[in-house]
Every structure is written in C-alpha cells, then in structure tokens.
C-alpha cells in the first residue's frame, strides 16, 4: 500500500505570495492533518480534515487555510507569504483514532 | 496530551549501547503514545507506539513503556546501531479530539 505522498518536495517563493500544497493520504484513510515544522516551533498542529470538512485547527492565522476533497486528497494555502512561513509542511493521515502516518514534507522557503 | 515534555534534547551514545528517551504528559485521560524517527529530509516514521491498558511493548531493539500514575512514558533502544541515529519525538493526543501534542523531539547521535 502507498503511503502519503505531498506535492511538492520543494518550493520557493516570494514574500506576498500564497501557494498552494497537496496532499494524498494512504487508501482508506480519511483524517488528513496538517503541520508546520521549524527548528525553534518543533511541530506544530495546522488543522485537521475528515470527510472535507475542518474537524480540528491550531493556533495559525486565517492566512493558513485547507480543504478536503471527496476522495480524501487535502491541500492547504498560506495566503501573503511571510518570511517566517519558510518551513516543513508536513501532511499525515490515519484510518482510526490513533495511528497517524507522516508524507515526506514540502520544503517551502520563503524569500 | 496538549503538554508533552521530552527529555533530553540531545543524546549521544557508543555503538552497542543502550539509548532511552523520555516523556511526560498531561492529560491523565490520554490513552495512546506514539513515537515517531525523523530522518533527515524525511517525514517522521511511526516506529513504535503503546496504548494505555498495556504497561510496556518490543518490536526487536526498540522497546516502551508506560507508567499511567507519573504520566510518563519512554523508549529504549538497545544495541544502538549508525542507523539509528535520527531525531525522535514523542507524542500524546487530546482524550477529547485525538489531536496530537509532539514533545520537542531528541536527537540522537550513535558514535561509531
């Protein structure tokens, strides 16, 4: 079975900008969650979608957004990029309440 | 879960030997601790995890256990090898809505 794939590994963008990363979680799950992580935050919670609809979030301004498709494939936006954005964005998924499985991060870099 | 505090932050170890990481939490309704290896430019990897009605669990040189009454739960890798080397991070969810806190992760560094 494929585990979670993120696309893309790496971006760079500039500051003001907004992208835009996905997300595919291994076949069956339907939780997708979000997190930030940076060398002095560790990991931290963004959100949390189960069948498209926003189950949990963190404590992140509203210019980190997300959704849900229906075949469980997530993406999240950051609008207005700011230096401090540059991070690993790393997506997970799980089937029941507890085993959550990690993708590989999209290395963003803010310039 | 919410607070998850994870000791040490650095963990250097001769091959062969024993490594052991701790963490506490504090949701006492907790009920499921995951640890996580996070290789460099890589995901985190579930490696091991332990729910709360067993005390201690091993999957070959990795071992951990839970102490529900101090709120504590550790891993411990034995015969340490190169590969094991990576940062690891413990986890703890939310009794409400499964959300979970990661402790600050340690990194370990086996010396060959």
């Known amino acids: 079975k494929a585990g979670v794939t993120q696309t893309p590994r790496y971006l760079i963008k500039t500051r003001g900008q907004q992208v835009t990363l996905s997300c595919s979680p291994i076949?069956?799950?339907?939780?997708v969650s979000w997190y930030q992580q940076t060398p002095g935050q560790g990991l931290q919670f963004l959100f949390e979608y189960f069948s498209e609809t926003q189950r949990n979030k963190g404590n992140f301004p509203g210019r980190f957004s997300g959704r849900q498709f229906s075949n469980s494939r997530s993406e999240m936006n950051v609008s207005t990029l700011e230096l401090g954005d540059s991070a690993l964005y790393l997506c997970?998924?799980?089937?029941?309440?507890?085993?959550?499985?990690f993708g590989p991060g999209t290395r963003l870099t803010v310039t | 879960g919410e607070n998850v505090e994870q000791h040490p932050s650095t963990l250097s170890v001769q091959e062969g030997d024993s490594a052991v990481i701790k963490c506490t939490y504090s949701?006492?309704?907790?009920?499921?601790f995951p640890w996580y290896k996070q290789e460099l430019g890589k995901g985190p990897q579930l490696i091991i995890d332990i729910r709360s009605n067993v005390g201690e669990k091993k999957d070959q040189r990795i071992a951990v256990t839970l102490n529900k009454t101090a709120k504590h739960f550790s891993l411990h890798i034995t015969e340490t090898q190169p590969e094991d080397s990576a940062v690891y991070f413990c986890a703890a969810p939310r009794s409400n809505d499964y959300k979970l806190s990661f402790g600050a992760g340690t990194t370990v560094t086996v010396r060959a």
């Open positions: 949701d006492s309704a907790s009920n499921y």
């Open positions: 997970a998924s799980r089937l029941r309440t507890d085993e959550q499985y």
């Open positions: 076949s069956g799950h339907r939780s």
